[in-house]
């Protein structure tokens, strides 16, 4: 079992960048395949990227198609999110997640997921 936890959330203004860190522990993250989605306040949660386990794979939404990046450094057991040209309707509470997978599976529902971080803050100002 694998216990995620994400930082690196915050306050920026709109045109800003942030990176997002989801730090793995208790298995290596070379198992899974790993998700990001976000949550708007009275909004339902919403994929946003997703990165196969060898990282070969990569999937964004479309409204972020662009602008953000996932990648992992297995050899940290991290995966990030690198968001540029930030929007005040990327205002949301960020997720990571994680599945054991094949190899170039790189899943875009949340259902697919079984294992979930706590969340981090991203607020852009417009």
């Known amino acids: 079992q694998v216990s995620l936890v994400e930082s690196g959330g915050g306050l920026v203004q709109a045109g800003g960048s942030l990176r997002l860190s989801c730090a793995a522990s208790?298995?290596?993250?070379?198992?899974?395949?790993m998700g990001w989605f976000r949550q708007a306040p009275g909004k339902e949660r919403e994929f946003v990227a997703a990165?196969?386990?060898?990282?070969?794979?990569?999937e964004y939404s479309d409204s972020v198609k662009g602008r953000f990046t996932v990648f992992r450094v297995n050899a940290k057991n991290t995966v990030y999110l690198q968001m540029n040209s930030l929007k005040p309707e990327d205002t949301a509470v960020y997720f990571c997640a994680g599945v054991t997978s094949r190899y170039s599976y790189t899943p875009r529902g949340e259902s697919e997921y079984d294992y979930w971080g706590q969340g981090t803050q991203v607020t852009v100002s417009s």
């Open positions: 208790g298995r290596t993250l070379s198992y899974y395949a």
């Open positions: 990165n196969s386990r060898d990282g070969s794979s990569r």
